[in-house]
Nanobody
Framework: VQLQAFGGGLAQAGGSLRLSCAAS????????MGWYRQSPGKQRELVAA???????NYADSAKGRFTISRDNAKNTVYLQMNSLKPEDTGVYYC???????????????WGQGTVVTVSS
């Protein structure tokens, strides 16, 4: 299973970016998908997550500004980031809990990370 993330870049404070992450490979089923962020000097933290049924969960810092969504037919998860702040700067990693064969456990697979830089 491979996850490919796109959409990072440079934005000004108050601006927007949209991240996407597509999973490919031998996938039978995907459960949860989401995004983590690694900011300089900080531990990796959950930004947003979404279940296969569309139930979402956000970090307090992301609530009201970020929206996570997914396209199950495309095995793709998105993160729309609005009203960006300098503290949103970091490397964003996507993940997908994937099942590669029936009756086997779901395993978390990770994307390579995409860099988001927000200037003040």
């Amino acid at each position: 299973v491979q996850l490919q993330a796109f959409g990072g870049g440079l934005a000004q404070a108050g601006g927007s970016l949209r991240l996407s992450c597509a999973a490919s490979g031998s996938i039978v089923s995907i459960s949860g998908m989401g995004w983590y962020r690694q900011s300089p000097g900080k531990q990796r933290e959950l930004v947003a997550a979404i279940t296969s049924g569309g139930v979402t969960n956000y970090a307090d810092s992301a609530k009201g500004r970020f929206t996570i969504s997914r396209d199950n037919a495309k095995n793709t998860v998105y993160l729309q980031m609005n009203s960006l702040k300098p503290e949103d700067t970091g490397v964003y990693y996507c993940y997908a809990g994937s099942q590669t064969a029936w009756n086997t456990p779901y395993v978390a697979y990770w994307g390579q990370g995409t860099v988001v830089t927000v200037s003040s």
